[in-house]
Nanobody, 128 residues
Framework: QVQLVESGGGLVQAGGSLRLSCAAS????????LGWFRQAPGKERELVAV????????YYRDSVKGRFTISRDNAKNTAYLQMNSLKPEDTAVYYC?????????????????????WGQGTQVTVSS
């Protein structure tokens, strides 16, 4: 079992930055791909970024490329999402999630149903 706890959300003006953290307990991050998802009211949960266990490859949805950066510190059992140049459309609840590291298909990395463990979420609100 892996327990995930997100932090770092809040209210920020458009153009600002936030850094989200995802701390794991119960079992080490090792061996897991780590993803950040978000869900806005009335919308489906969508992948924002994922970092693989094997090779540390990163993938982003198009709308955040060049603005968001995902990283992980396995020694600290923590993952991060640095969000810059935030836009009002980035407003959502952000979740971190973990899936087995042997998942290597990008399509599967983008699918919420492929993740075994989820945090409780942290609200990000971007004002215009």
């Amino acid at each position: 079992q892996v327990q995930l706890v997100e932090s770092g959300g809040g209210l920020v003006q458009a153009g600002g930055s936030l850094r989200l953290s995802c701390a794991a307990s119960g079992r080490a991050f090792g061996g897991y791909n780590l993803g950040w998802f978000r869900q806005a009211p009335g919308k489906e949960r969508e992948l924002v970024a994922v970092i693989s266990w094997i090779g540390g490859s990163t993938y982003y949805r198009d709308s955040v490329k060049g603005r968001f950066t995902i990283s992980r510190d396995n020694a600290k059992n923590t993952a991060y999402l640095q969000m810059n140049s935030l836009k009002p459309e980035d407003t959502a609840v952000y979740y971190c999630a973990a899936q087995p590291g042997d998942v290597q298909t990008v399509q599967h990395m983008f699918s919420p149903s492929r993740y075994n463990y989820w945090g409780q979420g942290t609200q990000v609100t971007v004002s215009s």
